[in-house]
């Protein structure tokens, strides 16, 4: 299968910057897409950035301008950078990975643990 594992999470002021990061493992030709989500206390987890095998990209809207989705192939890790962050970007960030239509895994998803971020006024 794939293993998906995300870093980069910490304590940052209003302002400041993170990069995250989504080593990704095991059966990695089975990833095409590739995503970020989050989920803040108490609310549904839902999608913060996207990016295809053709390196096209997606935003949330709260998020466009500010949060760079990247992937290194070779390195096979997905990142997210994050710059000027707000308070209201304190959450767990997880990486989300669907199986491509041509893996026998065809399907299934494929998710890390998650990383935290919160982020201070």
């Known amino acids: 299968q794939v293993r998906l594992v995300e870093s980069g999470g910490n304590l940052v002021q209003a302002g400041g910057s993170l990069r995250l990061s989504c080593a990704v493992s095991?059966?990695?030709?089975?990833?095409?897409?590739m995503g970020w989500y989050r989920q803040a206390p108490g609310k549904e987890r839902h999608l913060v950035a996207a990016i295809r095998n053709d390196g096209s990209t997606d935003y949330v809207d709260s998020v466009k301008g500010r949060f760079t989705i990247s992937r290194d192939t070779a390195k096979n890790t997905l990142y997210l950078q994050m710059d000027t962050l707000r308070p209201e970007d304190t959450a767990v960030y997880y990486c989300?990975?669907?199986?491509?239509?041509?893996?026998?895994?065809?399907?299934?998803?494929?998710w890390g643990n998650g990383t935290l971020v919160a982020v201070s006024s």
């Open positions: 989300k990975a669907p199986a491509d239509r041509l893996c026998i895994y065809y399907g299934m998803d494929f």
């Open positions: 095991g059966d990695t030709n089975c990833i095409s897409a």
